[in-house]
T-cell receptor, first 113, second 114 residues
Framework: DTGVSQNPRHKITKRGQNVTFRCDPI?????LYWYRQTLGQGPEFLTY????????KSRLLSDRFSAERPKGSFSTLEIQRTEQGDSAMYLC???????????FGPGTRLTVL | SQKIEQNSEALNIQEGKTATLTCNYT??????LQWYRQDPGRGPVFLLL?????KEKRKERLKVTFDTTLKQSLFHITASQPADSATYLC?????????????FGAGTRLAVHP
């Protein structure tokens, strides 16, 4: 499968714990995006990478959230001191060029108890 | 800020009929408008993109229109099938800052009944 992959697919954690998600984009894509989606809503933009550079962060991305893409390939999204309000589907997408179609991964569903 | 409205209630139609979904937006027009399909527990899948200078785009049984005066896009599925049942998301592509910044609507759930 040469699509975008995300791991884990599901994560259940207790409030206050840290969690980390991984996204592997389509291999030749140098643009990578993270979104968050809550039930009944569309995805909301979180952050954008061009290669290893993080070029934009949404205001939704509080200080507890950090994203990296160290070698311009896979990316990680870490949430520290999770809160119940962080429960959502976290989606990763990648694109070849800046204005090309974004291809989404299956998402990681986070449940914070 | 940009607002996008899609039919919040589910659309129920009979197999073989044409489904029409609406996407309305406020404020300034995007460079592109995109439609995605999303199945439960899955990520969105890209369907069609239409540019601000295009009135209509077709792909197989799908048709999208874009009216920048009305600030509205319509998404049609002709000869609908139960397999078309899913949530359909409209996304405005602001193409700002040199990349595609997508702003999504909440989606419309379509149910096609045999």
């Amino acid at each position: 499968d040469t699509g975008v992959s995300q791991n884990p697919r599901h994560k259940i954690t207790k409030r206050g714990q840290n969690v980390t998600f991984r996204c592997d984009p389509i291999s030749e894509h140098n643009r990578l995006y993270w979104y968050r989606q809550t039930l009944g809503q569309g995805p909301e933009f979180l952050t954008y990478f061009q290669n290893e550079a993080q070029l934009e962060k949404s205001r939704l991305l509080s200080d507890r959230f950090s994203a990296e893409r160290p070698k311009g390939s896979f990316s990680t999204l870490e949430i520290q001191r999770t809160e119940q309000g962080d429960s959502a589907m976290y989606l990763c997408a990648s694109s070849l060029g800046a204005t090309d179609t974004q291809y989404f991964g299956p998402g990681t569903r986070l449940t914070v108890l | 800020s940009q607002k996008i409205e899609q039919n919040s209630e589910a659309l129920n139609i009979q197999e073989g009929k044409t489904a029409t979904l609406t996407c309305n937006y406020t404020n300034y027009s995007p460079a592109y408008l995109q439609w995605y399909r999303q199945d439960p527990g899955r990520g969105p899948v890209f369907l069609l993109l239409i540019r601000e200078n295009e009135k209509e785009k077709r792909k197989e049984r799908l048709k999208v229109t874009f009216d920048t005066t009305l600030k509205q896009s319509l998404f049609h599925i002709t000869a609908s099938q139960p397999a078309d049942s899913a949530t359909y998301l409209c996304a405005l592509d602001m193409a700002s800052g040199g990349y595609n910044k997508l702003i999504f609507g909440a989606g419309t759930r379509l149910a096609v009944h045999p």
